[in-house]
């Protein structure tokens, strides 16, 4: 093994959202990311970073004994060597999750890895990057998230929902409101109202230690 990652952080924390949330959890935060998404928190890990060999990951991750690593970014696919890092996780013995925008092809990620793959919804102001061929990748475990900012991002969302028939497609379709946008209170009626099949989620590490990085 001797591809080389740019790597902004990896840290141990809470899994703040998705299946796993509330878990002890070790991240490891891909540097890049060529989307530009209006509501992202991480955009520290545009550039900079240090490059890692997938030794020197393993290493790391491993002092924190995990059950649970997360591979996240920025765009993590948007390095090739994302790939073999997410067999050797798995190889490790490790239950690996994947945050991706959804913007690139997804084929050929290790099958034992749990996706989370976004819909970026209009209000992200990058609906026009996802990729919706990405949608027949998609595995029983794997799980779909939409961020939305407002009443037509919903809107839209639900409707994804419905056309790719996500609900039977996969473990979790994850509804978020977009954090100081939308108020969750609101995203909660509008779910109930149309009995929407989607778990809504609030991004714990928010709650507990605002943006801080490496939380
Ligand atoms: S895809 Fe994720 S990391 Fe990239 S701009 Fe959007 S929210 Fe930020």
């Not at 497609?169 to 099949?197: C, G, M, N, Q, Y």
Request: charged share 20%.
């Amino acid at each position: 093994m001797t591809e080389k990652l740019r790597i902004t952080e990896i840290f141990h924390s809470l899994q703040g959202e998705a299946r796993t949330v509330g878990r002890p959890t070790v991240f490891v935060r891909l540097t890049g990311c060529p989307l530009r998404c209006g509501y992202c928190d991480t955009a520290y890990a545009f550039s900079g970073g240090m490059l890692f060999s997938i030794e020197e990951i393993l290493t790391t991750v491993a002092s924190w004994t995990p059950r649970y690593v997360c591979v996240t970014g920025g765009e993590p696919l948007a390095q090739k060597s994302c790939w073999p890092l997410l067999a050797a996780l798995c190889d490790a013995g490790y239950e690996v999750s994947l945050e991706t925008s959804g913007a690139i092809d997804v084929d050929g990620v290790d099958a034992r890895v749990s996706k989370v793959l976004d819909f970026k919804t209009p209000g992200s102001g990058e609906v026009q990057r996802n990729l919706y061929s990405n949608v027949k990748q998609l595995l029983p475990h794997d799980q779909v998230k939409f961020v939305i900012c407002n009443e037509d991002d919903y809107q839209w969302s639900r409707q994804c929902v419905s056309q790719y028939r996500l609900a039977e497609k996969v473990s979790d379709v994850l509804f978020s409101p977009s954090h100081a946008t939308l108020e969750p209170a609101v995203l909660a009626d509008w779910i109930l109202r149309d009995r929407l099949p989607v778990r809504m989620q609030l991004q714990l590490h928010k709650y507990l230690w605002a943006d801080a990085v490496g939380r």
